[in-house]
């Protein structure tokens, strides 16, 4: 069953699982699950639990619950595809990785794009820095009510996207832009999910596409650096010079879709793709 805010693209019996990040939707993979279904794979986007409503819907809700989203997404998409790959933006990138490590003989290959362990990025404030202290206060019962706020340029280099995005941001309906901040609690749940994620690293087996912006505002090629230490299996960096976090959506998206396409195919053995033409860095 799909949720009102996933989406399913039909394709051949090669599968890709989308997973969005932490407050965001659905909506921030749909470019990128057009790219793929359009080299032929079968895409689904999930909604992560207490996502895409309010504030109390996702306070309501922890890193377990969103897993065990993943985790139903997962076995849904396997009974319509022989191979299943996993994307994940962000948060997402850690859940991708935990179902990668779970299911090292279900998960063929994981897509880590702008992977997010710790909130280092250029544009974070220092007292954001400092959320790494949250998983106490969550345990003390302090600030429930208390949210960082998003700021420009909302992981995007394209100025027109933002524009838009921030628009959709205020507005009511979090199904399209997702919340205008992070609650605390929930960061909190996310740092938890890191430290475990960290953990399970070495347990990753599959080949792992890390794509992460050069200048990401968010989270700093830091992260990148440790998922590529971090796995067992075989991993290749894709760095992208033109994008910020959110490069699912940025102006390096179809370069994105591309050459996770190609790395897929490679993985589950399907005719080599066309190089594509654009300003990345692989190492």
């Given at each position: ?63 377990r ?79 429930r ?35 205008p ?9 996310l ?27 968010v ?8 998922v ?56």
């Open positions: 069953m799909i949720r009102p805010s996933e989406f399913l693209l039909e394709g051949d019996r090669r599968g890709v699982l989308l997973i969005h990040g932490l407050t965001g939707t659905p909506a921030e993979m749909r470019l990128l699950g057009r790219g793929l279904n359009r080299a032929g794979y079968t895409v689904l986007g999930v909604q992560l639990a207490g996502h895409c409503g309010d504030v109390d819907d996702l306070l309501a809700t922890g890193w619950d969103w897993y065990a989203s993943v985790e139903d997404a997962a076995d849904r998409l396997r009974e319509r595809v022989d191979h299943l790959f996993v994307g994940g933006l962000s948060m997402g990138a850690l859940l991708a990785l935990k179902l990668a490590a779970d299911r090292p003989r279900q998960v063929a290959g994981v897509g880590v794009y702008g992977a997010t362990f710790r909130y280092d990025g250029w544009s974070i404030p220092w007292t954001a820095r400092l959320s790494f202290l949250l998983p106490w206060f969550k345990r003390l019962g302090i600030g009510g208390r949210m960082f706020m998003e700021a420009p340029p909302y992981g995007l280099r394209d100025e027109r996207l933002r524009a838009q995005i921030s628009a959709a941001m205020q507005g009511e309906d979090s199904s399209v832009a997702g919340l901040g992070n609650p605390w609690h929930s960061l909190a749940d740092y938890l999910l890191s430290a475990q994620v960290r953990r399970q690293l070495p347990q990753v087996t599959a080949p792992c596409l890390v794509a992460h912006a050069s200048e990401d505002d989270a700093s090629l830091r992260n990148a650096e440790l590529l230490r971090g796995v067992s299996g075989p991993s290749e960096l894709l760095r992208l010079e033109d994008s910020y976090h959110m490069i699912t959506i940025d102006k390096q998206r179809r370069l994105l879709a591309e050459r996770s396409a190609q790395f897929f195919d490679a993985v589950a053995g399907a005719p080599a793709r066309p190089a594509a033409a654009a300003s990345a860095v692989a190492a």
